[in-house]
């Protein structure tokens, strides 16, 4: 009973959407199944994320900023483990969140969590309700730690350069 969406400047392109609408039915998968969005208004797109329920993250190139927002709106992001430093994004959010659950080691743990954590309502909703002080209670969002440290490195980088 699942849907999917998509968004993406894009799908405002016909062509493009029916290429992406013929691979999911190429699939087995129905396009009345398929959301294709190409909002362009900052605040239409914020409210999108009240009719999503889990975030799926790109990969091998994750989503940072769309990740932290997702989080921020309540949507729990499943990520998939990366190779490489920019393919871990995801990963180092979820942990300093301490959602480590929600990171999939490879592409059958990416669709078996997927399946999980969608049948798991209870959770999900008490997760979705908590997600906005968890973050704001992480390390992602402790600033004052973060200029302590930023200040830090630059009277080093200054003491050791004699600037």
Same mark, same amino acid.
């Given at each position: 009973?699942?849907?999917?969406?998509?968004?993406?400047?894009?799908f405002?392109?016909?062509?493009?959407?029916n290429?992406?609408?013929?691979?999911?039915?190429?699939?087995?998968?129905?396009?009345?199944?398929?959301i294709?969005?190409?909002?362009?208004?900052?605040?239409?797109l914020?409210?999108?994320?009240?009719?999503?329920?889990?975030? /799926?993250?790109?990969?091998? &190139?994750p989503? *940072?900023?769309?990740?932290?927002?997702?989080?921020? !709106?309540?949507?729990?992001? #499943?990520?998939?483990?990366?190779?490489?430093?920019i393919?871990?994004?995801?990963?180092?959010i979820?942990?300093?969140?301490?959602?480590?659950?929600?990171i999939?080691?490879?592409?059958?743990?990416?669709?078996?969590?997927?399946?999980?954590?969608?049948?798991?309502?209870?959770?999900?909703?008490y997760?979705?309700?908590?997600?906005?002080?968890?973050i /704001?209670k992480?390390?992602? &969002?402790?600033? *004052?730690?973060?200029?302590?440290?930023?200040e830090f !490195?630059?009277?080093?980088? #200054?003491?050791?350069k004699?600037?």
């Open positions: 009973n699942s849907k999917i969406s998509l968004q993406s400047s894009h405002i392109e016909s062509i493009n959407r290429k992406i609408l013929k691979l999911f039915e190429k699939n087995s998968i129905s396009s009345n199944r398929v294709l969005g190409y909002e362009a208004e900052r605040t239409k914020i409210k999108s994320y009240d009719n999503i329920d889990i975030a /799926l993250d790109t990969f091998p &190139f989503g *940072a900023t769309v990740t932290i927002e997702a989080l921020w !709106m309540g949507v729990p992001v #499943l990520v998939k483990k990366g190779d490489k430093m393919s871990r994004n995801g990963e180092t979820l942990i300093n969140l301490g959602l480590k659950d929600w999939a080691e490879n592409d059958n743990e990416f669709i078996e969590k997927a399946i999980y954590f969608s049948n798991t309502i209870t959770n999900l909703s997760l979705r309700m908590n997600l906005r002080s968890r /704001l992480s390390k992602i &969002f402790d600033y *004052a730690n973060f200029v302590n440290n930023f !490195m630059l009277s080093n980088l #200054l003491l050791t004699n600037i």
